[in-house]
């Protein structure tokens, strides 16, 4: 009799506390292991997103470059060109300073901060000295030479720039050198060097040396001469007397050319 009393008295303190409902007839047993997980179905591979890649964009350099067929549409094709990623962080885009008739066309590596604001290729302390380099042996861009970049957009903090920027702005370059038209190119730098000669030589073994570039749309090979970029003669200034000898040969054989 005491124990169903009992049970009353606990039944009626559930009550009270709230638990008025049966979940189910056999209490569980919260000790026992729990069952195994049944494994969740792979989720369905996402759908795969077009991405543009380095090859893609300079596949699309190269059509605009072939379509352009002066040096003022190639300009505008420069500069609607959305495909190198040194255009987002560029303040300007730089193409190039200096006369279209020129015989002697000037190739450095890119931009620094001087060009980007400006909007001009070589204004900055080495394009100062570039000036004085050419004036020594009777050029100028405001008179017979003429002035361009291997890239078109300065690269953040004046960094090397990668192979696939390089890479991406080419058919731009070489369709510059076909449309100028100039009997020498001097190559001012390692980049642009390695860029237009596809060669992995550094500046100090290339330096001083003459090499044919084949150029699509022309039907002789334009000879090139290897110097170094006035930035580092800026940082080099001992070396000046080699450059010094480059500028002489360049001399040399655009008389013989002529």
């Known amino acids: 009799m005491r124990r169903v009393e009992a049970l009353a008295d606990l039944l009626r303190w559930y009550v009270a506390m709230g638990a008025d409902e049966a979940i189910g007839e056999v209490a569980p047993n ?10 969740l179905a792979p989720a369905p591979p996402p759908a795969p997103i077009a991405v543009a890649t380095p090859v893609g964009f300079a596949a699309g350099a190269r059509q605009l470059a072939a379509a352009a067929a002066s040096l003022a549409e190639l300009e505008a094709a420069v500069r609607a060109f959305e ?4 255009k987002r962080s560029a303040t300007n885009t730089v193409f190039a300073e200096g006369v279209p008739t020129a015989e002697i066309m000037v190739i450095g590596e890119a931009p620094g901060a001087d060009e980007d604001r400006l909007g001009k290729p070589f204004v900055g302390r080495s394009g100062q000295l570039l000036d004085r380099m050419l004036a020594a042996i009777g050029f100028s861009r405001h008179e017979n030479a003429y002035i361009t970049n291997v890239l078109f957009w300065r690269p953040p903090g004046n960094r090397k720039p990668t192979n696939d920027e390089i890479a991406t702005c080419l058919p731009f370059v070489w369709r510059h050198i076909a449309l100028l038209r100039p009997k020498l190119v001097l190559m001012c730098g390692g980049t642009a060097t390695s860029a237009l000669l596809a060669r992995a030589d ?13 150029v699509e749309g022309l039907g002789n090979k334009v000879p090139s001469l290897a110097t170094y970029h006035p930035s ?27």
């Not at 003669?233 to 002529?258: F, Y």
């Open 232 to 258: 580092f003669l800026l940082r080099a200034p001992a070396r000046k007397g080699e450059a010094w000898r480059d500028l002489l040969a360049l001399q040399t054989k655009l008389k013989d050319a002529q």
């Open 30 to 39: 919260r000790l026992a292991p729990a069952a195994p997980m049944r494994p």
């Open 83 to 86: 495909g190198c990623v040194l």
């Open 202 to 214: 550094g500046i100090m073994r290339l330096r001083g040396r003459w090499f044919d570039l084949e």
